[in-house]
């Protein structure tokens, strides 16, 4: 599988000893590089993320003086609380699918 990595190493006099070292320098090129691979791949997958603070949130639930669950990322809302409660998240799902 061609990198593209050069690594050449003439620090000993035998050609054995520099062999050696060249190939332990090329396999530390190459996990370094599949480890930056692996992190951009993983950063991808993790999609945004933001900060967790106050008035960051995703979802408000109101319970009481009236039923109300509202997305604000989609401005999504629906009156049955309990549903969502009990794990019917799927409209909320489907509208942030919407606008990406």
């Given amino acids: 599988m061609p990198s593209g ?4 190493c003439q620090n000993e006099r035998s050609q054995i000893k520099n062999r050696d ?14 480890q930056e691979k ?12 933001k900060d967790i603070t106050w008035g960051s949130q995703i979802r408000s639930y109101v319970f009481h003086p009236y039923n109300l669950v509202k997305d604000h990322r989609t401005d999504h809302e629906t009156g049955n609380v ?6 019917d998240i799927e409209p909320f799902i489907l509208a942030y699918l919407k606008t990406l």
Avoid at 21 to 34: D, H, P, Q, S, V
Avoid at 39 to 47: A, F, H, N, R, Y
Wanted: proline content about 0%; cysteine-free.
């Fill in 5 to 8: 990595i050069v690594v050449a």
């Fill in 21 to 34: 070292t060249a190939f332990k320098m090329l396999k530390a090129r190459l996990y370094e590089l599949e």
């Fill in 38 to 49: 692996a992190k951009e791949e993983l950063e991808k997958k993790s999609g945004e993320k």
């Fill in 82 to 87: 309990a549903a969502v409660m009990d794990g």
